[in-house]
C-alpha cells in the first residue's frame, strides 16, 4: 500500500472495485466504515463490514460505543469514534489482499460473509540486522465551512409584527446597521492540525529463524482546538524452524488516546454541541467572548435567560468541559507447522485479541443544562474486549500425472466476551474536586453488563486442477453458535468454485497472452448477537401498595433460525500484450434469507423492538478493473489502473407490519436512514416532503404543483416519513496512476462517484436559524407561495410582504412573521436538502525520490528516500455543503448513516513531508 494512512480502511479508497469506503468525519482520531458489494444485514447490531484476519488471526473491527444520551450523552451521533482497526500500524504491514463474496466465510466463518481482508504483517529475512527509521510531519485544514449570512442581526418577530431580540441566538433579526462589528466565528475557530508520525523497525534472520521488532508513535493534534490523537504501538513477529516443524510467533501492543468534544447535543433534551454552537452563534457576538474574569462562562443574555435555556459557548466547551477516550491493546498468536510428508503438513494455531476502552467525560459547572445537571457531571465507561480462536488443519497436495489435488480438513473454536461498565454521577459536592467520591450515593449511578459468545466449527476443502487449464473447489462447513437456540444452532454451508484458462488451448500469441473465465456459488449461515433469543424483565417498582414487574421494550425470539446469504458471482481475466493490459470482469448476486433483525412493530404488542426471522436483502452488480503499462523502460514506467463497480441493495418480501428498518443513531434533521422492505432500498431515506396535488384518484401527480394549506398559508408537508431518498452510488470508480523517472516517482489516485443522495442537514440548521444565504431572497422583504389550495384544489399564489398583514385563517398576521414561518416551512421540506451527489477526488498526489545513488557507497546509511504527499486536495462536485463524503453517525450498524451531513467537524486536506532510512 502506498501513501499509508494511519486507518489502514482509508488506505483503500478508490483503489478496488466493489469497495466502498466513508471517513466519519474531520475529527482527529475519526474512524471510517468500509463495506463490500453493500451491506446485507438490516440489523443495527451488525456493521456490514469485511472481516479483518491479521497473521491469521480475527482482529476485531469494531466502533464500540460506551455511553448513551441518558448517562454521559455519548453517541455515535455527537462525538469522535475511531474504528478499531486504527490499533495497526500501518508501517507494519507487508501486504494486504481483499476476499470478496461469501465463498471468503469457508475458512473464516460467517464473519466474513461480507468479506474479508487479509493483512500479513513483516518478517525478518536471511540477512545482516537492518533497522529501518521514518519521520513523517503532517499540516491539514479545513477542506471547505460552512457559509453564513452577515446581514440581519438576532430576533425574531411575533405575529403582530411586534420585533424582540431579547435572549434570541436565531437569526431573524433587523438588518445590521452599517459600522456594527461582525465576526468570522467559523472561520476563525478551526486551526491547523498537525502530525508528527515517527516509526523505527529492526529486523533479521538466518535460514533457520527469523524476527521483526518494530515502534511507532503517531502523534495528532485536530483541526478543532483542543483535540488530539496519540497512537504507539509496539510489534514483534518471529519465526523458528527446527527441522519439519515451523514455529511462528507474533505479538503487538498499543495505546491509543484521544481528546475529543461533544459536536453536537449529546444528553437527551439537555444542552449542545460545539459544532451545533458554532454553526448558529450569531455573528454579532465574537465567540471568543466565553468567560467572565471569575471563571464563569460569559453569557451573553446572562441578566434575562435562565442557564438551562442558554446555550454553551463553543470555547467553552472544548476548554472547560473534557472528553477522553483511552483503548489498550494486546493480540497476539502462535501457530506451529509440521510438515509430515512433502504432500502432507499439519498446522495448529491459536489467537488471543483483547481491547479494554476508557471513556472519560466532564461536564464542568456552570455550563446550559437542565438544573439538575448545572453543578458538573461526571461518566467513566469501560469496554472490554476479549476473543480467543483456536484452529487445527490438515493439508494434503498431490499430483496425479496431469492432475493436481488439494483436501484441507480442520476445525475452529471462537470465544468471545464484552463487558461494559458505566459509572456517572451529577452534583458536585466540593467544588473543583472532579471525582466520583465527591459526589452524594443518591446520584451516582452504575450499570454493568456481560456478553458472551462461544463458536464451533469444522470445515473441509477439496479442489482439483486438470494442467494449467481447469480448476474445481468445493468448500463445506458446519458451525455450532451458542448465540442460537439448541434446537437451530448447527448450521451448514457450501461452496463450489471453478475457472477455466482458456488460452492455454490457444497457440501462444502476443495479442491475447492470457485468459481466464470463472464462477463461483456459495451459501453462508449467520449466528446472532448473544441472548437475542431472551426477554428480559425490568427491577420490580412500586405504585402506591402494589409492586410491578414489566418486560424490558425489546423482545427476544427463542424459535430464532440462522440467517443464510446465498450468492453467486461470475467473471472473467483477460491479459493482452504480454501483459500490458489486464481487464478483470466481475458480475455478482447476492441474497440474505431469513434476516435477523428487530424491526419496529406496533407497541401494542407490549415492545418497541422485537427480534425476528424475516425477508431478504438483496445485492448485485458488477466490477471492472482494467490495468495497463503504457511506458516500461529502464528509466522510465508509467502503471495504472482503472476501477469501476456498482451495486444495487434491495429488500424483498417481509412480513406485514414491518414499515421501515431505522437504525437508531441515524436520524438527523427532517429524514432518517431507512431501509424499506418489499423492494425498496437498503440505503433509503425517509422524510418529510411537500405534498403534490392530486389527481382524480386522490393521488398526488409526480412534480405536480405543491398543496398549500389555507390554515397556514403555507405548503402542506407529509407527515407520514414517504422515502425520500437513495443514498447508494450509481457507480464508484477510482483511477490510480504511477510514474517513475529513473530515481523518482510519482503518483496521483481520483476518486469518482456518480449519483447517490445527500442530506445536507447542516444547511437544514443554518436555514432554521437564520443564518443560511438562503434565506436572504429578496432580502428577506418577500417570499411568494405558489401552488393549489389543498382543501378546494383551486390555485393558490399569495405573496408575503414585510411590513403587510395577512388573514390566516381567523388570524392576522404580519408579513415579517409569515416570512420567517415561510422559511421554516422550507427548512421542514426534506428535499430541500437533498442532492443527488456526483463528485470527482483528487484523493492524494505523492512525489518520492530514492537517494539509493547518493548512498550506494555508504557504509552506514543503506537506503535513504523522502517524499511529499497531499491527501484529499481538491473535490469537484455539485454539493453545496462541506464535502460529500460523509456519516453523520460513524458506525451505526444496518444502513448506517452514510449520505447524512449534519453538523460534523469539517473534512480535511493534508500535507506531508516523510524521510526514510535504512542503516
Known amino acids: 500500500m502506498k501513501n499509508k494512512n494511519t486507518n489502514i480502511i482509508n488506505s483503500l479508497t478508490g483503489k478496488a472495485p466493489g469497495v466502498n469506503v466513508t471517513q466519519f468525519s474531520g475529527s482527529a482520531g475519526a474512524g471510517a466504515s468500509i463495506t463490500i458489494r453493500g451491506g446485507s444485514s438490516t440489523a443495527e447490531g451488525r456493521q456490514n463490514q469485511p472481516l479483518f484476519v491479521v497473521d491469521g488471526i480475527i482482529y476485531d473491527n469494531s466502533t464500540s460505543v460506551s455511553g448513551n444520551s441518558g448517562t454521559d450523552g455519548l453517541t455515535r451521533s455527537n462525538t469522535t469514534y475511531s474504528n478499531r482497526v486504527m490499533d495497526i500500524n500501518p508501517e507494519d504491514i507487508e501486504s494486504l489482499s481483499i476476499l470478496k463474496g461469501a465463498a471468503a466465510a469457508a475458512l473464516y466463518g460467517s464473519r466474513a460473509a461480507d468479506g474479508a481482508i487479509i493483512i500479513t504483517t513483516k518478517k525478518g529475512s536471511e540477512g545482516v540486522i537492518q533497522v529501518n527509521f521514518s519521520s513523517r510531519l503532517s499540516t491539514s485544514q479545513a477542506n471547505k465551512l460552512p457559509e453564513v449570512q452577515t446581514s440581519f442581526g438576532p430576533g425574531s418577530y411575533a405575529a403582530n409584527g411586534v420585533f424582540s431580540d431579547l435572549n434570541a441566538y436565531t437569526s431573524w433579526g433587523k438588518p445590521i446597521a452599517a459600522g456594527t462589528p461582525t465576526y468570522d466565528n467559523i472561520g476563525t475557530f478551526f486551526q491547523n492540525g498537525a502530525v508528527y508520525d515517527n516509526n523505527v523497525n529492526v529486523s533479521g534472520g538466518s535460514k533457520t529463524g527469523s524476527f521483526f521488532l518494530s515502534a511507532s508513535n503517531f502523534d495528532q493534534s485536530g483541526i478543532v482546538p483542543g483535540t488530539g490523537y496519540d497512537k504507539t504501538t509496539f510489534r514483534f513477529n518471529g519465526q523458528q524452524k527446527y527441522g519439519k516443524l515451523t514455529v511462528d510467533a507474533n505479538a503487538a501492543y498499543s495505546v491509543a488516546d484521544i481528546d475529543r468534544t461533544l459536536t453536537t447535543s449529546g444528553l437527551y433534551g439537555s444542552g449542545v454541541g460545539s459544532m451545533q454552537a458554532l454553526y448558529s452563534w450569531p455573528t454579532v457576538f465574537d465567540i471568543k467572548n466565553y468567560v467572565n474574569p471569575d471563571g464563569t462562562q460569559f453569557r451573553p443574555y446572562a441578566g434575562t435567560l435562565d442557564l438551562a435555556s442558554d446555550r454553551d459557548n463553543p470555547y467553552w466547551i472544548i476548554n472547560k468541559d473534557k472528553l477522553t477516550s483511552q483503548t489498550k491493546r494486546f493480540t497476539g498468536g502462535l501457530s506451529a507447522n509440521y510438515k509430515i510428508a512433502s504432500w502432507w503438513d499439519v498446522t495448529a494455531r491459536v489467537g488471543y485479541d483483547q481491547y479494554t476502552t476508557n471513556d472519560y467525560t466532564y461536564i464542568t459547572p456552570g455550563s446550559a443544562l437542565a438544573p439538575l445537571y448545572q453543578n458538573g457531571r461526571l461518566s467513566k465507561n469501560m469496554v472490554n474486549y476479549s476473543f480467543i480462536t483456536t484452529t487445527l488443519m490438515s493439508n494434503w497436495h498431490k499430483t496425479f500425472g496431469d492432475f493436481d489435488a488439494h483436501i484441507m480438513l480442520g476445525g475452529t473454536t471462537e470465544s468471545n466476551e464484552t463487558l461494559r461498565q458505566n459509572h456517572w454521577g451529577y452534583n458536585f459536592i466540593t467544588s473543583g474536586t472532579i471525582s466520583l467520591a465527591n459526589i452524594a450515593n443518591t446520584n451516582k449511578f452504575f450499570t454493568d453488563a456481560t456478553g458472551r459468545k462461544r463458536l464451533v466449527g469444522v470445515y473441509g476443502e477439496a479442489g482439483v486442477s486438470y494442467k494449467s487449464i481447469a480448476y474445481l473447489t468445493f468448500t463445506g462447513r458446519n458451525d455450532w453458535a451458542s448465540s442460537l437456540p439448541v434446537d437451530a444452532y448447527s448450521y451448514f454451508y457450501p461452496s463450489v468454485s471453478g475457472s477455466f484458462v482458456f488460452t492455454e488451448l490457444f497457440p501462444k500469441n502476443d495479442i491475447l497472452s492470457f485468459g481466464k473465465i470463472r464462477a463461483s456459488w456459495a451459501d453462508v449461515g449467520k449466528d446472532t448477537d448473544p441472548y437475542a433469543t431472551l426477554t428480559y424483565v425490568n427491577a420490580p417498582y412500586t405504585i402506591g401498595s402494589y409492586t410491578a414487574v414489566g418486560n424490558q421494550w425489546a423482545a427476544g425470539n427463542p424459535d430464532l433460525k440462522p440467517e443464510k446469504q446465498g450468492s453467486w458471482e461470475i467473471g472473467a481475466e483477460l491479459r493482452f500484450l504480454k501483459g500490458r493490459i489486464g481487464l478483470d470482469y466481475t458480475y455478482y448476486h447476492s441474497e440474505t434469507r431469513n434476516q435477523i433483525g428487530s424491526p419496529r412493530l406496533a407497541q401494542s404488542g407490549g415492545f418497541i423492538f422485537s427480534v425476528l426471522n424475516s425477508g431478504t436483502v438483496i445485492n448485485k452488480g458488477m466490477e471492472i478493473a482494467l490495468t495497463a503499462k503504457p511506458i516500461a523502460n529502464k528509466d522510465f514506467s508509467w502503471d495504472a489502473t482503472l476501477n469501476f463497480s456498482y451495486n444495487k441493495g434491495r429488500l424483498g418480501s417481509f412480513i406485514p407490519g414491518i414499515a421501515y428498518f431505522y437504525p437508531t443513531d441515524a436520524q438527523f434533521g427532517t429524514v432518517k436512514a431507512a431501509s424499506v422492505p418489499n423492494g425498496g432500498y437498503f440505503l433509503g431515506l425517509t422524510g418529510s416532503p411537500y405534498l403534490r396535488e392530486l389527481d382524480a384518484n386522490k393521488a398526488e401527480i409526480p412534480n405536480g404543483r405543491y398543496q398549500v394549506d389555507p390554515t397556514t398559508g403555507l405548503y402542506k408537508l407529509n407527515t407520514n416519513n414517504p422515502v425520500v431518498g437513495n443514498r447508494e452510488p450509481d457507480f464508484i470508480g477510482g483511477f490510480n496512476n504511477n510514474f517513475r523517472y529513473k530515481n523518482l516517482s510519482f503518483s496521483f489516485l481520483l476518486d469518482i462517484r456518480k449519483g447517490g443522495d445527500v442530506f445536507n442537514g447542516t ?157
Open 763 to 919: 444547511e437544514y440548521a443554518l436555514v432554521a436559524n437564520g443564518l443560511s444565504k438562503r434565506t436572504l431572497l429578496n432580502d428577506r422583504q418577500s417570499v411568494t407561495v405558489s401552488g393549489v389550495n389543498s382543501v378546494t384544489g383551486a390555485d393558490f399564489t399569495q405573496t408575503y410582504e414585510a411590513g403587510k398583514t395577512y388573514t390566516i385563517g381567523t388570524t392576522t398576521v404580519a408579513g415579517t412573521n409569515m416570512i420567517q414561518r415561510y422559511w421554516d416551512n422550507y427548512a421542514a421540506n426534506s428535499y430541500n436538502f437533498l442532492t443527488s451527489v456526483n463528485w470527482l477526488k483528487l484523493r492524494s498526489v505523492s512525489l518520492t525520490y530514492d537517494f539509493k545513488d547518493l548512498v550506494k557507497k555508504a557504509t552506514f546509511i543503506k537506503g535513504l528516500s523522502a517524499s511529499v504527499v497531499g491527501t484529499n486536495l481538491l473535490t469537484w462536485t455539485n454539493y453545496k455543503g462541506m464535502d460529500p463524503e460523509v456519516s453523520a453517525a460513524g458506525g451505526t450498524g444496518g444502513s448506517g448513516s452514510t449520505g447524512i451531513d449534519y453538523l460534523g467537524v469539517p473534512a480535511v486536506r493534508t500535507f506531508t513531508f516523510g524521510l526514510n532510512v535504512s542503516f
